[in-house]
């Protein structure tokens, strides 16, 4: 089975991005990754992944975040 090639440095850096809007809209709602991640149906670590930037999130996936958060999915992904 072939091997994946890893995403260019640019992307990571706009994914670890994407993770930091979604840490901070998070916090100011005052919510834990814990209550996020079960109110969407994901795991902890999943979540946590995602917020890292260490994991891409399936555009599905940041729309749950989103309205789990209660922001607008824009503010997640500008």
């Not at 789990?68 to 999915?73: D, E, F, K």
């Amino acid at each position: 089975m072939p091997r994946s090639v890893p995403p260019p440095d640019w992307v990571i850096a706009r994914r670890r991005s994407i993770g930091r809007r979604i840490r901070a809209a998070r916090e100011s709602k005052e919510r834990t990754q814990e209550q996020i991640a079960l109110s969407i149906g994901m795991d902890r670590a999943t979540y946590n992944r995602i917020e890292q930037g260490h994991s891409a999130a399936l555009v599905d996936s940041l729309i749950l975040i989103a309205d789990a958060i209660g922001v607008p999915l824009s503010e997640l992904v500008e």
